[in-house]
Nanobody
Framework: QVQLVESGGGLVQAGGSLRLSCAAS????????MGWFRQAPGKEREFVAR??????TIDDSVKGRFTISRDNAKKMVYLQMNSLKPEDTAVYYC??????????????WGQGTQVTVSS
């Protein structure tokens, strides 16, 4: 398993940008699919983006605004968020697992970082 720590959240105005980072420790980081999920108050945790060895996918709700990337040498995953909207407000989680958009397929989770977008 890997241990994950997110950073980079905060308060931003609508239309602004944030870059979330996820630092991993442990073995075999490069073999995991890394995902970003988010959970707004009163809602279920939902898929945002995932990245494997050579492919990535972005949820339609953020496509064109968010980008996921990874640096295997540094054991880091990033989520670049542009043109933020108030509906993007949530706790964002980094996760390690298999190639999936389901939370159940991710075995390791970070503690989450709060993103708040004001209108």
């Amino acid at each position: 398993q890997v241990q994950l720590v997110e950073s980079g959240g905060g308060l931003v105005q609508a239309g602004g940008s944030l870059r979330l980072s996820c630092a991993a420790s442990g073995r075999s980081f490069s073999s995991y699919t890394m995902g970003w999920f988010r959970q707004a108050p009163g809602k279920e945790r939902e898929f945002v983006a995932r990245i494997g060895w050579s492919a990535s996918t972005i949820d339609d709700s953020v496509k064109g605004r968010f980008t996921i990337s990874r640096d295997n040498a540094k054991k880091m995953v990033y989520l670049q968020m542009n043109s933020l909207k108030p509906e993007d407000t949530a706790v964002y989680y980094c996760a390690a697992g298999t190639w999936s958009t389901r939370t159940a397929d991710y075995s390791s989770w970070g503690q989450g970082t709060q993103v708040t977008v004001s209108s």
